[in-house]
């Protein structure tokens, strides 16, 4: 990854909301916080109302978060995989 692009990333205030919450679980450990840790991305667990840039949902999120996001203009990436 690009210079540009990491100092980018790292001035996001990025959540993610688990699948587990100790962030241990398989889908946790190889998805996005492999992702994150791999590519020196710091994020923090989603915590209502607070303030994002990003917040990056699992497939077992609460969806009714999104709604009040995008009235704060932060961007949201829902993370589905196909086990197919």
Do not use: W
């Amino acid at each position: 990854m690009s210079k540009e692009y990491s100092n980018l990333l790292k001035n996001l205030k990025i959540a993610y909301l688990p699948y587990s919450q100790n962030l241990l679980g398989p889908s946790d450990r190889r998805r996005f916080c492999f992702f994150a840790k791999t590519l020196g991305i710091n994020f923090e667990i989603f915590e209502k109302g607070k303030n994002y840039h990003l917040v990056i949902f699992s497939s077992t999120s609460d969806l009714n978060h999104i709604k009040k996001l995008k009235k704060k203009n932060t961007k949201i990436v829902i993370d589905l995989s196909d086990s197919y």
